[in-house]
T-cell receptor
Framework: GAVVSQHPSWVICKSGTSVKIECRSL??????MFWYRQFPKQSLMLMAT?????????EQGVEKDKFLINHASLTLSTLTVTSAHPEDSSFYIC????????????FGDGTRLSIL | QKEVEQNSGPLSVPEGAIASLNCTYS??????FFWYRQYSGKSPELIMS????GDKEDGRFTAQLNKASQYVSLLIRDSQPSDSATYLC????????????FGDGTTLTVKP
């Protein structure tokens, strides 16, 4: 159980393009979803916390107008990287939780984004 | 001081040895503790959860928790080359709606 599907797994696009990444919890209702970014050989960096039906909470230093998060249902959250530039190239990972503080996070497989 | 600190790596052990990974946390109110394994180029996967003081065993993995010392560890017995990965310690505070604070990870290499 607790399967999280993330799509696409790999994106290569031109600078200035907007890219949407989907995160779905397949067999449970995810009250809370999280979006992370990870650069090579670096730690996971939490970008934002997404709760169904409400605005996402962004971590300090993360531009909310650049990284648009929508959590329209208990099984789907999306991250849109708007007007992406080469410095946005990274590994983006979503995770989902039942929202209880005793629950672990269940991670998607990640999306490798390369901006040319 | 970081909220969750892991012993700096990399850690290298021979095949068949015990690998010991350590983690300390600063929030005394923390109540849930997790270990994730992350292979290079992949996303993290949950391998152990522990909630109360003491040991919890699952196959070759043993998680140990000492809330008084604010310390949690992961032991891997009979280490295999396939255990080579980065291990992330994660801590959930009370009422944080599942939001975890992650350590920076310890990279383990098991040499054949």
């Amino acid at each position: 159980g607790a399967v999280v599907s993330q799509h696409p797994s790999w994106v290569i696009c031109k600078s200035g393009t907007s890219v949407k990444i989907e995160c779905r919890s397949l067999d449970f209702q995810a009250t809370t979803m999280f979006w992370y970014r990870q650069f090579p050989k670096q730690s996971l960096m939490l970008m934002a916390t997404s709760n169904e039906g409400s605005k996402a909470t962004y971590e300090q230093g993360v531009e909310k107008d650049k990284f648009l998060i929508n959590h329209a249902s208990l099984t789907l959250s999306t991250l849109t990287v708007t007007s992406a530039h080469p410095e946005d190239s990274s590994f983006y990972i979503c995770s989902a939780s039942l929202g209880d503080s005793n629950q672990p996070q269940h991670f998607g497989d990640g999306t490798r984004l390369s901006i040319l | 001081q970081k909220e969750v600190e892991q012993n700096s790596g990399p850690l290298s052990v021979p095949e068949g040895a015990i690998a010991s990974l350590n983690c300390t946390y600063s929030d005394r109110g923390s109540q849930s503790f997790f270990w994730y394994r992350q292979y290079s180029g992949k996303s993290p996967e949950l391998i152990m959860s522990i909630y109360s003081n003491g040991d919890k065993e699952d196959g070759r993995f043993t998680a140990q928790l000492n809330k008084a010392s604010q310390y949690v560890s992961l032991l891997i017995r009979d280490s295999q080359p396939s255990d080579s990965a980065t291990y992330l310690c994660a801590v959930n505070g009370r009422g944080n709606a599942g939001k975890s604070t992650f350590g920076d990870g310890t990279t383990l290499t098991v040499k054949p």
